[in-house]
């Protein structure tokens, strides 16, 4: 433990600043609220977006002075088993042979959209989400790989961001090799919890023995950064026993985790219905348990991030945050800024040229859309000049905790102070509280406000202060 553990005193007492849990606090402010992955968000997408909308934003973007780089993302919808917590689009099943008739259409989607980007624009970052990416087979991997690379100018130096997302259960060394084969760099190892009642309650039973060899296979094999996503507020959780699942996953030393807030919405995710509501912490457990992650982990010597991220002091995350280039996407927290992220399989969400679309949610009808020989597109929205200054602005403070207001006024050509006077008004009363402060020209988040960044942002977003229905988002803690 004596290496994962960080010994600079200093930095430790900056750590013990970045935070301070106050209950009385959160539980005001605890209310729904969107997790800012793009503004505005998937809640005002409409399916007002055409095809020739995007091929517009398509050529403008190729059009620009110094284009962007690419960022692609590929959703492999397939898992063999439901996790009754998953809120994710996927198609549960165990014929493995489905993925072969999607993996057709991706190709299709794949060669429509690479006709829409110039060669040189260089693919800077690549992800696979699902769903279970590894529910593909070997062959399968090196299809899609192979069929991307010919659509796309990818590096092939091992320096761009390749990463994915698995299921420890659904890999073994060789497939692991595969993907080290194929350019992948990084990995996301889905865990939740090692504590085997935890498990069993939410459908999801894997060793940790079987979490440790897949960490250890995937060093061996180069990759360049391992990431586990732990869940919070499952049932029978309690502090104690999610303390041994922190204490395992530092153990395993993985370069970022992510301590995800369960949010139980049985009428919305059907999966969650199997879920027995009695054994689920308490509002007040929960608020225990998160504050103990907290602790645990910033002891253990990781960054808080934000939104339930956490890092390494020389991860590219934690760097970025602290020279101000941390960027939000739909993948997260990313130090990616200037890409245009090409989304491709149902249900992707993309960014391209200021503008956001997203693909069908309904499998037979994105088969049915390629076909015809069309992008599957379902909704999206053109983003006015109001919405792209108010991104930027939520965008810093959701990312690093600072908003520099003459900076601001200095890229955009306006006066902060009038264009957000009904904001600023609003912002007085989290002033007070001690969430945050603006003072010398510069809006700052102050340690009791960083769990709660999520309440300062959903001040700027114009369409919740229109009445935007806060129904559909989770909790913000």
């Given at each position: 433990m004596e290496n994962h553990t960080l010994t600079e005193q200093n930095h430790q007492d900056t750590m013990a600043q970045q935070i301070v849990f106050d209950v009385d606090l959160i539980k005001r402010y605890d209310r729904t609220g969107p997790r800012y992955t793009s503004y505005?968000?998937?809640?005002?997408?409409?399916?007002?977006?055409?095809?020739?909308?995007?091929?517009?934003?398509?050529?403008?973007?190729?059009e620009d002075p110094i284009p962007r780089s690419l960022s692609l993302y590929f959703h492999i919808p397939f898992c063999d088993t439901v996790c009754y917590y998953c809120a994710c689009t996927k198609v549960v099943t165990k014929n493995h042979h489905r993925a072969s008739e999607y993996l057709d259409y991706l190709c299709r989607e794949i060669a429509l959209q690479g006709q829409l980007f110039d060669s040189d624009r260089i693919v800077e970052q690549l992800h696979w989400g699902g769903g279970t990416p590894t529910f593909l087979d070997n062959d399968q991997i090196r299809k899609l790989t192979d069929v991307t690379s010919r659509h796309f100018t990818l590096r092939?130096?091992?320096?761009?961001?390749?990463?994915?997302?698995?299921?420890?259960?659904?890999?073994?060394?060789?497939?692991?090799?595969?993907?080290?084969?194929?350019?992948?760099?990084r990995i996301s190892l889905g865990v939740q919890d090692v504590n085997p009642e935890v498990q069993k309650a939410v459908n999801r039973q894997q060793s940790l023995e079987l979490t440790q060899n897949v960490t250890e296979q995937a060093r061996?094999?180069?990759?360049?950064?391992?990431?586990?996503?732990?869940?919070?507020?499952?049932?029978?959780?309690?502090?104690?026993?999610f303390d041994r699942t922190l204490d395992s996953v530092i153990d395993m030393n993985p370069d970022r985790i992510a301590v995800y807030n369960y949010a139980h919405l049985p009428e919305r995710f059907k999966p969650q219905r199997r879920i027995n509501e009695a054994t689920l912490p308490s509002a007040d457990e929960k608020l225990a348990l998160l504050q103990h992650t907290i602790e645990h982990l910033t002891g253990a010597g990781y960054v808080y991030i934000g939104m339930d991220h956490f890092a390494k002091p020389d991860d590219e995350l934690a760097i970025a945050q602290e020279n101000g280039s941390l960027h939000r996407n739909f993948q997260g927290y990313s130090t990616h800024v200037?890409?245009?992220?090409?989304?491709?399989?149902?249900?992707?969400?993309?960014?391209?040229?200021?503008?956001?679309?997203?693909?069908?949610?309904?499998?037979?009808?994105?088969?049915?859309?390629?076909?015809?020989?069309?992008?599957?597109?379902?909704?999206?929205?053109?983003?006015e000049p109001d919405d792209l200054l108010r991104r930027d602005v939520i965008n810093h403070l959701i990312c690093n905790f600072v908003l520099d207001i003459k900076a601001l006024e200095k890229k955009w050509n306006f006066n902060f102070h009038t264009h957000f006077r009904p904001e600023l008004e609003d912002l007085q009363t989290m002033q007070a509280d001690g969430l945050l402060l603006v003072e010398d020209e510069i809006l700052q988040v102050l340690p009791a406000g960083r769990l709660l960044v999520r309440n300062i942002c959903m001040v700027f977003d114009r369409y919740l202060r229109k009445g935007s229905d806060h129904s559909r988002f989770s909790r913000v803690i």
């Open positions: 505005p968000t998937a809640a005002q997408f409409h399916p007002g977006i055409s095809e020739d909308d995007y091929r517009k934003w398509a050529q403008h973007s190729n092939t130096d091992d320096s761009g961001e390749h990463s994915i997302e698995i299921d420890p259960r659904s890999v073994d060394a060789d497939k692991l090799r595969v993907l080290r084969e194929a350019g992948f760099n061996r094999l180069g990759f360049k950064s391992v990431n586990m996503d732990l869940m919070y507020g499952l049932p029978y959780q309690t502090v104690a026993s200037d890409c245009d992220l090409v989304s491709m399989g149902m249900s992707a969400i993309g960014h391209v040229c200021d503008n956001y679309s997203q693909n069908v949610r309904d499998l037979d009808q994105y088969y049915a859309l390629l076909d015809a020989g069309r992008l599957p597109l379902d909704r999206g929205i053109e983003l």
